[in-house]
C-alpha cells in the first residue's frame, strides 16, 4: 500500500504538514452546561461538560479541589465494523489521558469536593480521537464557564511508508510505523500529553513534535475562534430582539 | 417603531465596544495593571480565566463572566428547594455546586427530632439566607431572618445568576418598576431564582418580564423598553402608586 506518493502527497490529497479540515462548534446541547461538535477530517466528536456538582461516586471526591470526571466513549456505528459498545480497555485509558491533561488546566483547587464530569461521544472515527476529544473537551469546558488557564489543542504526528506526517488517518495509522498524539497549552508550550505507539528515531521525533506544535497552534485558533463566534451570536441576539 | 430602532442603533455605537475573551487570552501588561476577577498573572502577561467579557476596574484588569455557576457567599438571600428530610436537617438545591444543609436550629419553628417532613417536605420551596461558606466550601443556611419563610403559591422563575443585578437594576430601579407596574411581590435570589406572587395575568407578565431582561440583559435603555413592554400588556388604567412590601 502506498501511503505517500514520490510528490510526497497523501491518499487523502494532503501535503506531509498538512493537517485535515477541523471545524468546531461551541454549546450545541441545550441541556448541558457547556457543549461542542468537533469535525476534524471524517471524525466527528460531540462533548458535554456538566458541573462543577456534588461529586457523585463519593469516595472519588477530594477535599482540596475538584475531580474532572471524564467519559469517552466510541459509538458502535463508528467504525467500518460494529463496535462492541460499552467500556473497554482503550476507553478507560483515554479517558484518564484527557482528565489528568484537562486537570493541568482547569483550575480545580476552586471548587473543593466537586466534580466536572465530561462525556465525550466519538460519533465517527477515523483515527485521533483523542486529539479531536480532548480539543472538543477543553472547548465545551470553556464554554461552560468553567475557570481554566488556557484551553487544550492536541493533534498527532507519525510516520508512514517512511516519511514523518502530520496528523494521520486512518490508513496511515492501520499501515503506518508510528502515531505520536500531543496536547498542549498554548500560552506556555507545556506538554500536557504525549504518547508514541511505534517506532521513530529521535530526528524524527523531534521534527514530528516541532508540526504538531504549529498545528497544535493553529487548531487553537480555530478553538478560540469557535468560542468567539458562539458569544458574539449570544450578545447579537440579546442586543437585537425587538420582541 | 423605525424611528425608534435606528435611535436605539445610535446608542449602542456609542458604547464602548465590549471585548470577548476566551481563558488564556492576554488581557494587559503585568507592569501596567492587576490581575482583577478571573484573571491571572504568567510571565508578566494578565491572562483570563474564564470566557467573558473584559473589564476594567481602578488599575486592575479583568473578566465579567457570562454564565457558570453560582458560588453562595456568606450574607446572600437566595430561594432554595427541599431535596431530602434528615431526622434535624433538610437538605436543599440552591443552584450552587454544594447541596446546603438547613438545620432545625436554624429555622423559626420549635421542631423535634425526627418531626421534621412535618414542617418541610420534599419540593417546598423556601426564602434563605446564607450563613456561612467555610474553606471546603461547606455551605450552612439560615431561615431565622426577617422576611424568610416557606413559599406557598406564586411562580418560580429562574434565570442565570450573572443577570440578577439587571433584575435588580441601579439601586433597586427595574425591580421597584416591576413590583409597582405588575402589582407583584417579587422575591430576587442572589441564586437566580426568582419568586413572583400576584393576581392572574399580572404574574405572567412580570415573569415574561424578567425573561426579556435575561435575553437583553447587556442591551441600553433596558429600563425603558421593559416598561414599554408592560405597559402594552397590562394597560396601566389607575397608576396608583402601590408600595409593595417585601
Known amino acids: 500500500m502506498v501511503l505517500v506518493n514520490e510528490d510526497g502527497i497523501r491518499i487523502d490529497g494532503r501535503r506531509i504538514d498538512e493537517k485535515r479540515p477541523i471545524k468546531i462548534e461551541a454549546g450545541v446541547l441545550k441541556n448541558a452546561d457547556g457543549s461542542c461538535y468537533l469535525e476534524i477530517g471524517k471524525n466527528k466528536v460531540l462533548c458535554a461538560v456538566y458541573g462543577p456538582r456534588e461529586c457523585k461516586p463519593r469516595h472519588l471526591q477530594d477535599p482540596t479541589k475538584a475531580v474532572v470526571q471524564v467519559k469517552y466513549n466510541m459509538e458502535a456505528y463508528s467504525v467500518t465494523d460494529r463496535k462492541r459498545p460499552g467500556t473497554d480497555r482503550r476507553s478507560v485509558e483515554i479517558s484518564k489521558l484527557i482528565a489528568e491533561a484537562l486537570e493541568n488546566v482547569v483550575q480545580t483547587e476552586l471548587y473543593p469536593r466537586a466534580s466536572i464530569d465530561v462525556y465525550i461521544e466519538i460519533l465517527q472515527a477515523n483515527a485521533g480521537t483523542r486529539c479531536a476529544g480532548l480539543t472538543a473537551a477543553s472547548v465545551a469546558l470553556a464554554d461552560a464557564g468553567i475557570p481554566m488557564r488556557d484551553l487544550v489543542p492536541a493533534i498527532a504526528c507519525g510516520k508512514a511508508d517512511g516519511n514523518v506526517l502530520l496528523d494521520l488517518n486512518k490508513e496511515e495509522d492501520n499501515y503506518g510505523q508510528a502515531d505520536v498524539p500531543l496536547a498542549i497549552v ?58 | 417603531m423605525i424611528t425608534f430602532k435606528s435611535d436605539k442603533m445610535e446608542k449602542r455605537s456609542a458604547r464602548r465596544t465590549r471585548e470577548i475573551v476566551i481563558p488564556g487570552d492576554v488581557l494587559g501588561n503585568a507592569d501596567e495593571y492587576k490581575a482583577g476577577e478571573n484573571a491571572y498573572e504568567l510571565d508578566g502577561k494578565i491572562r483570563a480565566n474564564v470566557i467573558g467579557t473584559k473589564t476594567y476596574t481602578n488599575d486592575a484588569v479583568g473578566v465579567t463572566v457570562m454564565g457558570g455557576f453560582y458560588m453562595p457567599v456568606t450574607g446572600d438571600t437566595v430561594i432554595g428547594i427541599i431535596n431530602d428530610v434528615g431526622p434535624s436537617n433538610w437538605m436543599l438545591d440552591i443552584n450552587a455546586p454544594y447541596p446546603a444543609p438547613l438545620h432545625v436550629s436554624e429555622v423559626p419553628w420549635k421542631v423535634e427530632f425526627g418531626d421534621t417532613s412535618r414542617f418541610l417536605t420534599v419540593g417546598d420551596v423556601v426564602l434563605l439566607k446564607i450563613l456561612m461558606v467555610d474553606e471546603s466550601k461547606k455551605i450552612q443556611v439560615t431561615m431565622k431572618d426577617s422576611g424568610l419563610r416557606k413559599i406557598e403559591g406564586g411562580q418560580l422563575v429562574e434565570i442565570s445568576y450573572s443577570k440578577i443585578s439587571r433584575v435588580i437594576g441601579k439601586s433597586g430601579s427595574m425591580i421597584q418598576m416591576l413590583k409597582n407596574m405588575t402589582d407583584c411581590r417579587i422575591f430576587v435570589g442572589q441564586n437566580g431564582r426568582i419568586w ?22 447587556r442591551s441600553a435603555n433596558l429600563t425603558d423598553r421593559v ?20
Open chain 2, 227 to 246: 416598561r414599554e413592554f408592560i405597559e402594552k400588556r397590562l394597560p396601566q388604567s389607575e397608576e396608583d402608586e402601590e408600595e409593595d412590601s417585601e
Open chain 2, 196 to 217: 413572583i406572587d400576584g393576581d392572574g395575568e399580572n404574574v405572567d407578565v412580570a415573569a415574561e418580564a424578567i425573561r426579556i431582561i435575561e435575553r437583553e440583559s
Open chain 1, 186 to 243: 498554548p500560552s506556555t508550550d507545556e506538554i500536557v500529553l504525549l504518547q508514541m505507539d511505534g517506532n521513530m528515531t529521535r530526528a524524527e521525533l523531534d521534527h514530528g513534535l516541532d508540526m504538531a506544535f504549529a498545528a497544535a497552534h493553529e487548531v487553537y485558533e480555530v478553538q478560540r475562534d469557535a468560542l468567539k463566534r458562539r458569544y458574539t451570536e449570544m450578545s447579537k441576539k440579546e442586543g437585537d430582539s425587538d420582541e
